[in-house]
Protein backbone atom coordinates (compact mmCIF):
# COMPACT_ATOMS: atom_id res chain seq x y z
CA UNK A 1 0.00 0.00 0.00
CA UNK A 2 1.52 3.29 -1.19
CA UNK A 3 2.08 6.02 1.33
CA UNK A 4 0.24 9.11 0.82
CA UNK A 5 2.74 12.20 0.37
CA UNK A 6 2.61 15.55 2.69
CA UNK A 7 4.00 18.45 1.19
CA UNK A 8 6.19 20.97 3.19
CA UNK A 9 6.04 24.20 1.51
CA UNK A 10 8.65 26.78 1.77
CA UNK A 11 10.67 29.58 0.37
CA UNK A 12 13.45 28.75 -2.48
CA UNK A 13 16.28 29.92 -0.56
CA UNK A 14 15.59 27.24 1.73
CA UNK A 15 15.66 24.80 -0.39
CA UNK A 16 19.16 22.60 -0.48
CA UNK A 17 20.83 25.34 0.56
CA UNK A 18 25.01 25.48 -0.19
CA UNK A 19 25.74 27.35 2.93
CA UNK A 20 24.02 27.09 6.22
CA UNK A 21 23.58 29.91 8.77
CA UNK A 22 22.28 29.80 12.41
CA UNK A 23 19.25 30.88 10.83
CA UNK A 24 18.59 28.38 8.16
CA UNK A 25 20.00 25.73 10.84
CA UNK A 26 17.08 26.60 12.70
CA UNK A 27 14.39 26.67 9.66
CA UNK A 28 15.89 23.37 8.93
CA UNK A 29 15.79 21.53 11.84
CA UNK A 30 12.07 22.46 12.43
CA UNK A 31 11.20 21.03 9.65
CA UNK A 32 13.21 18.10 10.00
CA UNK A 33 11.40 17.21 13.46
CA UNK A 34 8.22 17.84 11.22
CA UNK A 35 9.10 15.27 8.59
CA UNK A 36 9.79 12.97 11.15
CA UNK A 37 7.07 13.10 13.03
CA UNK A 38 4.83 12.81 9.83
CA UNK A 39 6.81 9.72 8.49
CA UNK A 40 6.09 8.10 12.22
CA UNK A 41 2.20 8.30 10.91
CA UNK A 42 2.48 6.79 7.90
CA UNK A 43 2.99 10.00 5.27
CA UNK A 44 6.09 11.06 3.02
CA UNK A 45 7.07 13.88 3.40
CA UNK A 46 9.09 16.83 1.05
CA UNK A 47 9.97 20.32 0.93
CA UNK A 48 8.62 22.30 -1.91
CA UNK A 49 9.08 26.15 -2.58
CA UNK A 50 5.78 27.71 -2.94
CA UNK A 51 6.93 29.33 -6.36
CA UNK A 52 8.01 25.82 -8.16
CA UNK A 53 6.29 26.25 -11.19
CA UNK A 54 6.73 23.15 -12.28
CA UNK A 55 5.42 21.13 -9.12
CA UNK A 56 1.83 19.25 -9.32
CA UNK A 57 0.16 20.76 -6.31
CA UNK A 58 -2.55 18.44 -7.16
CA UNK A 59 -0.47 15.28 -6.42
CA UNK A 60 0.12 15.75 -2.21
CA UNK A 61 -2.58 14.53 -0.07
CA UNK A 62 -2.02 18.02 2.07
CA UNK A 63 0.00 21.00 1.39
CA UNK A 64 1.49 22.21 5.62
CA UNK A 65 2.65 25.55 5.08
CA UNK A 66 6.20 26.01 6.64
CA UNK A 67 8.70 29.10 6.07
CA UNK A 68 7.17 30.87 3.04
CA UNK A 69 8.85 34.08 4.49
CA UNK A 70 9.18 35.82 1.34
CA UNK A 71 5.22 36.39 0.24
CA UNK A 72 5.26 39.80 2.02
CA UNK A 73 7.59 40.72 -0.78
CA UNK A 74 5.45 39.04 -3.63
CA UNK A 75 2.49 39.28 -2.27
CA UNK A 76 0.03 39.82 -4.93
CA UNK A 77 2.23 36.62 -7.02
CA UNK A 78 1.78 34.47 -3.06
CA UNK A 79 -2.07 35.89 -3.43
CA UNK A 80 -2.67 34.32 -7.32
CA UNK A 81 -0.64 31.27 -6.53
CA UNK A 82 -2.72 30.39 -3.40
CA UNK A 83 -5.35 30.92 -5.59
CA UNK A 84 -4.50 28.71 -8.24
CA UNK A 85 -3.54 25.82 -5.69
CA UNK A 86 -6.56 25.84 -3.12
CA UNK A 87 -9.06 23.79 -4.84
CA UNK A 88 -6.26 21.46 -6.02
CA UNK A 89 -5.64 19.51 -2.63
CA UNK A 90 -5.95 19.82 1.44
CA UNK A 91 -4.50 23.09 2.72
CA UNK A 92 -3.69 23.29 6.24
CA UNK A 93 -4.01 25.22 7.71
CA UNK A 94 -7.36 25.64 5.64
CA UNK A 95 -7.69 28.63 3.22
CA UNK A 96 -10.03 30.43 4.93
CA UNK A 97 -7.71 30.84 7.98
CA UNK A 98 -4.90 31.59 6.04
CA UNK A 99 -6.60 34.39 3.83
CA UNK A 100 -8.12 35.54 7.11
CA UNK A 101 -4.21 35.43 8.56
CA UNK A 102 -2.40 36.83 6.11
CA UNK A 103 -3.39 40.40 6.71
CA UNK A 104 -2.81 42.13 10.59
CA UNK A 105 -6.67 43.62 10.33
CA UNK A 106 -7.77 40.02 11.60
CA UNK A 107 -6.97 41.73 14.95
CA UNK A 108 -10.24 43.62 14.46
CA UNK A 109 -12.35 40.82 14.33
CA UNK A 110 -10.44 39.42 17.35
CA UNK A 111 -11.27 42.21 19.25
CA UNK A 112 -14.84 42.14 18.41
CA UNK A 113 -15.06 38.83 19.98
CA UNK A 114 -13.59 39.96 23.20
CA UNK A 115 -10.15 39.29 22.89
CA UNK A 116 -7.88 42.46 24.44
CA UNK A 117 -5.43 43.49 21.61
CA UNK A 118 -3.53 46.84 22.14
CA UNK A 119 -5.62 49.38 21.31
CA UNK A 120 -5.48 49.80 16.79
CA UNK A 121 -6.06 52.48 14.30
CA UNK A 122 -6.25 50.34 10.71
CA UNK A 123 -5.95 53.43 8.33
CA UNK A 124 -6.59 52.33 4.75
CA UNK A 125 -4.36 52.27 2.02
CA UNK A 126 -4.55 55.69 -0.22
CA UNK A 127 -5.38 57.78 3.07
CA UNK A 128 -3.41 60.95 4.21
CA UNK A 129 -3.22 61.69 7.74
CA UNK A 130 -1.07 63.23 10.66
CA UNK A 131 0.41 61.29 12.43
CA UNK A 132 1.78 63.42 15.27
CA UNK A 133 -2.01 64.55 15.51
CA UNK A 134 -3.64 60.96 15.17
CA UNK A 135 -1.58 60.26 18.32
CA UNK A 136 -2.25 62.94 20.08
CA UNK A 137 -6.17 62.72 20.00
CA UNK A 138 -5.52 58.84 20.93
CA UNK A 139 -4.26 60.09 24.31
CA UNK A 140 -1.08 58.09 23.73
CA UNK A 141 2.56 58.78 24.56
CA UNK A 142 4.06 56.60 21.97
CA UNK A 143 2.65 54.42 19.18
CA UNK A 144 4.29 51.83 16.89
CA UNK A 145 3.10 51.63 13.18
CA UNK A 146 3.29 48.93 10.80
CA UNK A 147 1.84 47.17 7.47
CA UNK A 148 -1.05 45.02 7.80
CA UNK A 149 0.74 42.30 5.27
CA UNK A 150 4.64 42.66 6.22
CA UNK A 151 6.85 39.59 8.61
CA UNK A 152 10.19 40.26 10.44
CA UNK A 153 9.16 43.68 11.46
CA UNK A 154 8.91 45.40 7.98
CA UNK A 155 8.64 48.71 7.91
CA UNK A 156 8.16 49.02 11.74
CA UNK A 157 8.37 51.99 14.10
CA UNK A 158 8.61 52.91 17.59
CA UNK A 159 6.65 56.36 17.21
CA UNK A 160 6.60 59.34 19.79
CA UNK A 161 6.59 63.45 19.91
CA UNK A 162 10.46 63.49 19.17
CA UNK A 163 10.38 61.41 16.01
CA UNK A 164 6.56 62.19 14.97
CA UNK A 165 7.00 64.34 11.94
CA UNK A 166 10.07 61.93 10.59
CA UNK A 167 7.79 58.87 11.01
CA UNK A 168 4.50 61.12 9.65
CA UNK A 169 6.35 61.42 6.19
CA UNK A 170 7.69 57.30 6.32
CA UNK A 171 3.70 56.77 7.14
CA UNK A 172 1.87 58.64 4.33
CA UNK A 173 5.20 57.09 1.80
CA UNK A 174 3.74 53.49 2.31
CA UNK A 175 0.34 54.55 2.85
CA UNK A 176 0.31 55.09 -0.89
CA UNK A 177 0.64 51.55 -1.58
CA UNK A 178 -0.69 49.65 1.48
CA UNK A 179 -2.57 49.37 4.45
CA UNK A 180 -0.90 50.58 7.67
CA UNK A 181 -1.41 50.25 11.40
CA UNK A 182 -0.74 52.18 14.63
CA UNK A 183 -0.73 50.80 18.00
CA UNK A 184 -0.64 52.05 21.14
CA UNK A 185 2.96 51.61 22.52
CA UNK A 186 3.00 48.70 24.94
CA UNK A 187 5.68 49.34 27.66
CA UNK A 188 6.02 45.90 28.98
CA UNK A 189 7.33 44.42 26.06
CA UNK A 190 10.63 46.43 27.11
CA UNK A 191 10.75 44.81 30.30
CA UNK A 192 8.69 41.83 30.09
CA UNK A 193 8.91 40.79 26.76
CA UNK A 194 6.39 39.22 24.22
CA UNK A 195 5.39 35.34 25.32
CA UNK A 196 4.78 33.06 22.09
CA UNK A 197 2.79 29.99 22.95
CA UNK A 198 1.93 26.97 20.64
CA UNK A 199 -1.13 25.36 20.23
CA UNK A 200 -2.54 22.78 18.60
CA UNK A 201 -5.95 21.90 17.79
CA UNK A 202 -7.01 23.65 21.30
CA UNK A 203 -4.40 21.94 22.63
CA UNK A 204 -1.48 24.02 24.13
CA UNK A 205 2.37 22.53 24.12
CA UNK A 206 4.73 24.98 24.93
CA UNK A 207 6.26 28.83 25.03
CA UNK A 208 8.96 30.66 24.60
CA UNK A 209 9.68 34.28 25.61
CA UNK A 210 11.29 36.49 23.40
CA UNK A 211 12.91 39.82 24.16
CA UNK A 212 14.26 42.76 22.46
CA UNK A 213 18.23 43.79 22.81
CA UNK A 214 18.83 46.80 24.83
CA UNK A 215 18.11 50.15 23.00
CA UNK A 216 15.74 48.54 20.45
CA UNK A 217 11.69 47.00 20.61
CA UNK A 218 11.69 44.80 18.20
CA UNK A 219 12.00 41.09 19.89
CA UNK A 220 12.66 39.22 16.74
CA UNK A 221 16.24 37.76 16.22
CA UNK A 222 16.59 39.43 13.11
CA UNK A 223 17.20 42.08 15.18
CA UNK A 224 19.08 40.89 18.06
CA UNK A 225 16.72 40.09 19.97
CA UNK A 226 16.99 36.76 22.24
CA UNK A 227 14.45 33.88 23.24
CA UNK A 228 14.26 31.59 26.27
CA UNK A 229 12.34 28.63 27.33
CA UNK A 230 9.36 29.79 29.15
CA UNK A 231 7.09 27.94 31.63
CA UNK A 232 3.44 30.08 31.05
CA UNK A 233 1.05 30.66 34.25
CA UNK A 234 -2.46 28.88 34.14
CA UNK A 235 -3.93 32.08 33.21
CA UNK A 236 -1.28 32.81 30.33
CA UNK A 237 -2.53 29.38 28.92
CA UNK A 238 -5.48 30.04 29.22
CA UNK A 239 -5.93 33.20 27.65
CA UNK A 240 -4.33 31.69 24.55
CA UNK A 241 -6.34 28.58 24.20
CA UNK A 242 -9.32 31.03 24.56
CA UNK A 243 -7.85 33.17 21.83
CA UNK A 244 -6.99 30.02 19.63
CA UNK A 245 -11.18 28.84 20.21
CA UNK A 246 -12.50 32.29 19.01
CA UNK A 247 -11.22 31.22 15.74
CA UNK A 248 -13.66 29.93 13.73
CA UNK A 249 -12.64 26.54 12.48
CA UNK A 250 -10.04 26.51 15.09
CA UNK A 251 -6.45 25.87 13.28
CA UNK A 252 -5.07 22.82 13.62
CA UNK A 253 -1.84 24.58 14.15
CA UNK A 254 -0.93 28.26 15.73
CA UNK A 255 1.14 30.44 17.76
CA UNK A 256 -0.29 33.18 20.06
CA UNK A 257 1.48 35.73 20.99
CA UNK A 258 1.20 38.13 23.84
CA UNK A 259 1.90 40.57 26.21
CA UNK A 260 0.63 42.69 29.03
CA UNK A 261 -0.97 45.82 28.02
CA UNK A 262 -0.21 49.03 29.85
CA UNK A 263 -3.67 48.74 32.18
CA UNK A 264 -1.43 45.42 33.00
CA UNK A 265 -3.76 42.82 31.27
CA UNK A 266 -3.19 40.05 29.02
CA UNK A 267 -3.39 41.04 25.30
CA UNK A 268 -2.76 39.63 22.03
CA UNK A 269 -0.45 41.43 19.46
CA UNK A 270 -0.35 38.53 17.08
CA UNK A 271 -1.94 35.46 16.27
CA UNK A 272 0.35 32.82 13.54
CA UNK A 273 -1.78 30.81 12.09
CA UNK A 274 -0.39 31.20 8.82
CA UNK A 275 3.37 30.35 8.30
CA UNK A 276 4.34 30.05 12.26
CA UNK A 277 7.52 29.85 13.57
CA UNK A 278 6.50 26.77 16.03
CA UNK A 279 9.79 26.48 17.96
CA UNK A 280 9.64 22.45 17.99
CA UNK A 281 13.59 22.69 18.38
CA UNK A 282 12.78 23.74 21.74
CA UNK A 283 9.77 20.98 22.89
CA UNK A 284 10.27 17.74 20.84
CA UNK A 285 7.19 16.43 21.76
CA UNK A 286 5.16 19.05 20.28
CA UNK A 287 6.07 17.73 16.73
CA UNK A 288 4.29 14.77 17.94
CA UNK A 289 1.10 16.37 18.99
CA UNK A 290 1.46 18.62 15.51
CA UNK A 291 1.51 15.25 13.59
CA UNK A 292 -1.25 13.46 15.54
CA UNK A 293 -3.70 16.40 14.83
CA UNK A 294 -3.00 16.04 11.33
CA UNK A 295 -3.52 12.98 10.79
CA UNK A 296 -6.63 13.18 12.54
CA UNK A 297 -7.57 15.87 10.24
CA UNK A 298 -6.83 14.10 7.33
CA UNK A 299 -8.20 10.84 8.49
Given amino acids: ?????????????????????????QILEEDRLVTEALEKKGFDVMRVSWDDELYDWSSPKAV????????FE???????????????????????????????????????????????????????????????????????MKPNIAGTARETYRVDSSNATQHNAKLNELLQNEDMLVQAFQDSILSKGE?????????????????????????QDDFGGTVEVYEPKPDEIEFAISVMRSIDPIPLYGRVDIMWDNDDKLSVSEVEIFEPE???????????VFARKITEYLN
Fill in 195 to 219: ISLMVFGGTYTHAIRKRAKAGDFRV
Fill in 64 to 71: IFRAVWDY
Fill in 74 to 144: RIQEFKNWLKRIENQTTILNQPSLIWWNIDKSYLHDLEAKGVNIPPTLFIKKGTTVNLEQLIRDQGWQEAV
Fill in 278 to 288: LWFRNHHPAAE
Fill in 1 to 25: MSRSLIVLVTRQKYINPLNIDWYLG
